[in-house]
């Protein structure tokens, strides 16, 4: 009985840890750059500096790491068309970003920190100056 018992118990608890593993994180840039694996195929939220160009769509830990263009402080952002026009508007300042990250593919020619793939929210972070 006690075998029976501690085997449900152990079969719940995966269970449970694989739904969470499914639930949307609140993630920094610092711990997505300095733990990809971590968050590999998971479902983030960050908030970051987007740039948007050819070749380029990025999110950076801040503006002057996409001015200073340090590539290793920026993960490369798919977005599909739609999302692109829809994101012009934001381009040049800071995002709040959903999506799946992805460790292994690192962007336009593997120089990203890894990758954010089928987002599906991207909106402003801007502070609202009084």
Not at 7 to 35: H, P, R, W, Y
Not at 78 to 85: E, F, H, I, V
Not at 97 to 124: M, P
Request: glycine content about 8%; proline content about 2%; some cysteine.
């Amino acid at each position: 009985m006690r075998k029976i018992l501690l085997t449900l118990i152990v079969a719940l608890f995966c269970v449970g840890t694989n739904a969470k593993s499914s639930e949307l994180g609140d993630v920094s840039m610092i711990q997505l750059i300095a733990n990809p694996q971590q968050y590999d195929g998971k479902p983030i939220r960050l908030i970051a500096f987007l740039n948007l160009e050819f070749e380029g769509n990025a999110l950076y830990l801040h503006r002057e790491d996409f001015d200073k263009s340090l590539l290793s402080n920026a993960v490369w952002i798919s977005l599909d068309d739609q999302q692109t026009r829809a994101a012009k508007k934001l381009n040049g300042g800071y995002v709040l970003v959903e999506g799946i990250f992805n460790a292994k593919d690192r962007g336009h020619l593997g120089i990203f920190s890894g990758s954010i793939q089928r987002v599906t929210r991207i909106q402003s972070w801007e502070r609202k100056k009084k």
